[in-house]
């Protein structure tokens, strides 16, 4: 859905492994978003970007870094991976931010051992 | 602070049924008020979604219904059909006067449509 690729679909690391994950958009959406989802919790955000190398945290940043060098691409890492990171992760990108749809890829399952 | 609460969390129907799921909100400042679809293994994807100047809105077999005044919105789902099985999401955001940190998301309901 607008031509979102999530990478790798599926990952399994160690506790404190460095971990990234990548969100690539050609539909050249000015934001774009991480969410992870656990049951129980829905979606939560953790991190966004308004436009190139502009960022910010959202609601479970802690523990996430992100980064963003080109329209298309946005990154999630995560610095020293743990269990309570054990989720699926999603990437979404927005148009404009007024009415405007989330459009979301198809989600990271990451497992932490 | 949970801004958009969604019930229920699980919901069975049999076929051809009413399935509905309410949401409400708390921030008044929202205006735009979208309903995602997922599926086992996929990203969530729009279904359908209102503006609160509208009271109600159907696209196809599925219908929002508005109340402004008492701040809920909910979702129903006309001759439910196995293959609308899936978790579905109300969300909410500020229009232009909000910032980009995108929506606000209910917990989801698994909803199941039986034979």
């Known amino acids: 859905d607008a031509g979102i690729t999530q990478s790798p679909r599926h990952k399994v690391t160690e506790t404190g492994t460095p971990v990234t994950l990548r969100c690539h958009q050609t539909?050249?959406?000015?934001?774009m978003y991480w969410y992870r989802q656990d049951p129980g919790h829905g979606l939560r955000l953790i991190h966004y970007s308004y436009g190139v190398k502009d960022t910010d945290k959202g609601e479970v940043s802690d523990g996430y870094s992100v980064s963003r060098s080109k329209t298309e691409d946005f990154l999630l890492t995560l610095e020293s991976a743990t269990s309570s990171q054990t989720s699926v992760y999603f990437c979404?990108?927005?148009?404009?931010?007024?009415?405007?749809?989330?459009?979301f890829g198809n989600g990271t399952r990451l497992t932490v051992t | 602070q949970q801004q958009v609460k969604q019930s229920p969390q699980s919901l069975i129907v049999q076929k051809g049924g009413i399935p509905i799921i309410n949401c409400a909100y708390e921030?008044?400042?929202?205006?735009?008020f979208p309903w995602y679809q997922q599926f086992p293994g996929k990203g969530p994807a729009l279904l359908i979604a209102i503006r609160p100047d509208v009271s109600e809105k159907k696209e196809g077999r599925f219908t929002i219904s508005f109340n402004k005044s008492a701040k809920q919105f909910s979702l129903h789902i006309m001759d439910s059909q196995p293959g609308d099985s899936a978790t579905y999401f109300c969300a909410a955001s500020m229009g232009s006067g909000g910032g980009a940190d995108g929506l606000t998301f209910g917990k989801g309901t698994h909803l199941i449509i039986q034979p």
């Open positions: 539909e050249n959406h000015r934001y």
């Open positions: 979404a990108t927005r148009r404009d931010r007024a009415h405007s749809p989330l459009h």
């Open positions: 921030n008044t400042a929202f205006d735009y």
